[in-house]
């Protein structure tokens, strides 16, 4: 296991995961244009037919499963592009991946953040 | 001769851009965050710059993962705020100063930093946020922006050490310059914050503390410092402070702190805000 993997909650964007996320990642690129992030409003499905997405990549985002997205190789600052699209900012993607509700998340942010310690390796979450 | 004068590091947050373009900088989450702010928006209006070089990543903006160049320079006249799923900022457009980033880019070359040079490209957050925090909000930018930007979203992004050297060589190619031009360089992103994953939110204000209080005099800490160390530490996405040591690179050693701020959180990051000077040139 790579130093990397032992860090919990945490997926490197690294060679891997760049390979494997390509397509999908590239469509959340497309998103950046207006007329695309309205072809994909009006039809989810068969705006994303225009990549090669395995299925979980797919139904990641139909579900707006954020932690999924990330997990199928996608990198947070494309699949922002989806939570733009959505009228969704960064905080309420990351409260989302780490599994509570907006205001909880918010409420740890004004507390000093979710702490390093016991965070640092999976040695002490297991 | 054109000359480093000195460097601002500041964090790059989407959240502190927008605060300002939808004026709630006054409301009690963002304005102890602004207020920090003034002292340096008025030491840099009144050092008065005739170029910014401004060192920050791309977020899958002018640049996507077809093509992840390390190190860019953009040459072109104009830089438009780039659109990222939210429609572009509504802040001013950029202008370069094509002359001294062709002389950069040469130079930096020559010098052995293989620089991408970008004629046309769009700038995101990562560059239009820390204008704004800088210069407030303008009609214009005050000066030209030359933009330089580091893949820091690709694994891996470069050494802290390489960072460093990319700022000395900076300073040395500044220095080049036939024109008289005083020159600011930024270094931006972090600080500790991590926005994917169960993770999500870390924050380790013990860490950034010490990366402030070791960029001006003890910067050797921090250039030897491995990825990892960022990414467990300051979270995944807080190695972007590796492009705070292109700033210090470009300053001379005995540089000295003029101001400091920092703060948590701004929406999932912690933000820091340094300003350095180089000392007088004695004759």
Known sequence: MSEFEDIPGTYLFDKDRC????????????????????????????????????????????????LGM???????????????????????????????PEEEYRS?????????EGNRSKRETD | MARVVAGLATSHVPAIGA??????????????????????????????????????????????????????????????PADEGWGPRPVPAVHGHPGLAWHLA???????????????MTVDHGL???????????????????????NVVQYPPPTGKRCFDLGRAIRKSVKTYDKDLKVVVFGTGGMSHQLHGERAGLINSEFDKNFLADL??????????????????????????????VMRGALDEN?????????????????GLMILENQPLTV
Request: charged share 20%; net charge negative; hydrophobic share 40%.
């Open chain 2, 19 to 80: 605060a300002m373009d939808l004026g709630k900088t006054k409301e009690s989450y963002w304005k102890p965050l602004f207020d920090g702010y003034e002292p340096a928006r008025k030491w840099l209006a009144d050092l008065n710059p005739d170029v910014i070089i401004m060192v920050y990543n791309d977020h899958g903006s002018a640049f996507s993962l077809e093509v992840i160049p390390t190190f860019a320079i953009g040459v072109a006249e104009k830089f438009l």
């Open chain 2, 106 to 120: 040469e130079s930096l070359i020559l010098n052995e930093f293989d620089m991408t040079i970008v004629n046309e």
């Open chain 2, 216 to 245: 001006t005099r003890n910067p050797q800490r921090l250039i030897e410092l491995p990825h990892i160390e960022y990414v467990r530490e300051a979270g995944a996405e807080g190695i972007e402070m590796v492009m705070w040591l």
């Open chain 2, 255 to 271: 540089a000295v702190e003029i101001y400091q701020h920092y703060h948590v959180p701004a929406s999932n990051t912690a933000t």
């Open chain 1, 70 to 100: 990330i997990k199928a190789g996608g990198n947070i600052y494309y699949t922002s592009k989806i939570a733009a699209t959505d009228g969704r900012s960064f905080q309420f993607v990351a409260a989302a991946m780490s599994g509570v």
């Open chain 2, 128 to 150: 239009t946020v820390p204008l704004s925090i800088a210069c407030g909000e303008q009609k214009n930018w005050p000066c030209p922006v030359i933009p330089l930007s580091v």
């Open chain 1, 108 to 116: 740890m942010m004004m507390a000093g953040g979710r702490p390093v």
């Open chain 1, 19 to 66: 390979h494997d996320g390509y397509q999908f990642n590239m469509f959340c690129m497309s998103l950046v244009k207006p007329k695309n992030r309205q072809a994909f409003r009006s039809d989810e499905a068969s705006y994303m037919d225009k990549w090669p997405l395995t299925e979980s990549q797919r139904r990641s985002v139909l579900e707006r499963d954020w």
